[in-house]
């Protein structure tokens, strides 16, 4: 199984990215899907998920991130607007259902 997040970079305050999980190795439909980040010297937080039970988000990111998949292209979306400093870490993807596996984590980093 392999997970692959792409789409971080550096962004200004108030500016837009959009991430993509591209999972392989498993049958990515019937898993649910979660967001994850981590902060320099902070542990890893949870940020979203789109389960059997429907959307959920951290209070931090709600109105502001959305998360989304696509089955048939194996893939998994968060869109993040009106990012902010306290918006840079290290986004993780996570598919789990029983097992839990995760993607290597890429960069965001909000600045101007």
């Known amino acids: 199984v392999q997970l692959v997040e792409s789409g971080g970079g550096l962004v200004q305050p108030g500016g837009s990215l959009i991430l993509s999980c591209v999972a392989s190795?498993?049958?990515?439909?019937?898993?649910?899907i979660a967001w994850y980040r981590q902060a320099p010297g902070k542990q890893r937080e949870f940020i979203a998920s789109l389960t059997r039970g429907g959307l959920t988000y951290a209070d931090s990111v709600k109105g502001r991130f959305t998360i989304s998949r696509n089955n048939p292209r194996n893939t998994g979306y968060l869109e993040m607007n009106n990012l902010r400093p306290e918006d840079t870490a290290v986004y993780y993807c996570?598919?789990?259902?029983?097992?839990?596996?995760w993607g290597q984590g890429t960069q965001v980093t909000v600045s101007s």
């Open positions: 996570n598919v789990f259902l029983g097992e839990n596996y």
């Open positions: 190795g498993l049958n990515f439909s019937l898993y649910y």
